[in-house]
T-cell receptor, first 117, second 114 residues
């Protein structure tokens, strides 16, 4: 299957700082990427849909000013957690839709573990 | 709108035994169905998917799933599990015309014991 990478794999930061997470599709161009958040022992919660060249679409209850998403190119989307607080600590996972594959199939990155102290 | 229910939160099974992880969905439109596996502290890996055609779908690592439209189910099966299959398994659905958003079930933890 297609390969999606995320960087960094884990990050620890102080409360009040901002953290940027990168999501890249390595062997295909993705016009659409998705950002998810996963709490321990829980399923994935869709945060937003990132479309190349346009503004991201956020799910209800997700603060767009808190979680800034930029889809700068067909292979890169970034999620910036601004003014992070301990409650933002979580596992963040991105996915990218491969247009070469039917069924709107999404391929997932390895995730980023964010810990805010 | 679509929804997915994974009926078992945990499934313990002995090595080399068969396993079935259950998934039911609800949707008023046609759907695409997926099974993903997540190993600890990792992202999700696509196991298999049903888009159309044959209702029996074979995936990676010896897994297969059967789409049953009348029962709105997409159960995942493996005839003989290994210790390495211990992981979290997620069933997911995309409804046609749903902007490609995956709707996930709650997940099932498969625990393979020696």
């Amino acid at each position: 299957g297609a390969v999606v990478s995320q960087h960094p794999s884990r990050v620890i930061c102080k409360s009040g700082t901002s953290v940027k997470i990168e999501c890249r599709s390595l062997d295909f161009q993705a016009t659409t990427m998705f950002w998810y958040r996963q709490f321990p022992k829980k399923s994935l919660m869709l945060m937003a849909t990132s479309n190349e060249g346009s503004k991201a679409t956020y799910e209800q209850g997700v603060e767009k000013d808190k979680f800034l998403i930029n889809h700068a190119s067909l292979t890169l989307s970034t999620l910036t957690v601004t003014s992070a607080h301990p409650e933002d600590s979580s596992f963040y996972i991105c996915s990218a839709r491969d247009p070469r594959v039917g069924g709107d199939t999404q391929y997932f990155g390895p995730g980023t573990r964010l810990t805010v102290l | 709108a679509q929804s997915v229910t994974q009926l078992d939160s945990q499934v313990p099974v002995f090595e080399e035994a068969p396993v079935e992880l259950r998934c039911n969905y609800s949707s008023s439109v046609s759907v695409y169905l997926f099974w993903y596996v997540q190993y600890p502290n990792q992202g999700l890996q696509l196991l298999l998917k049903y888009l159309s055609g044959s209702t029996l779908v074979k995936g990676i690592n010896g897994f297969e799933a059967e789409f049953n439209k009348s029962q709105t189910s997409f159960h995942l099966r493996k005839p003989s599990v290994h210790i390495s299959d211990t992981a979290e398994y997620f069933c997911a659905v995309i409804g046609s015309g749903n902007t490609g958003k995956l709707i996930f079930g709650q997940g099932t933890t498969l625990q393979v014991k020696p």
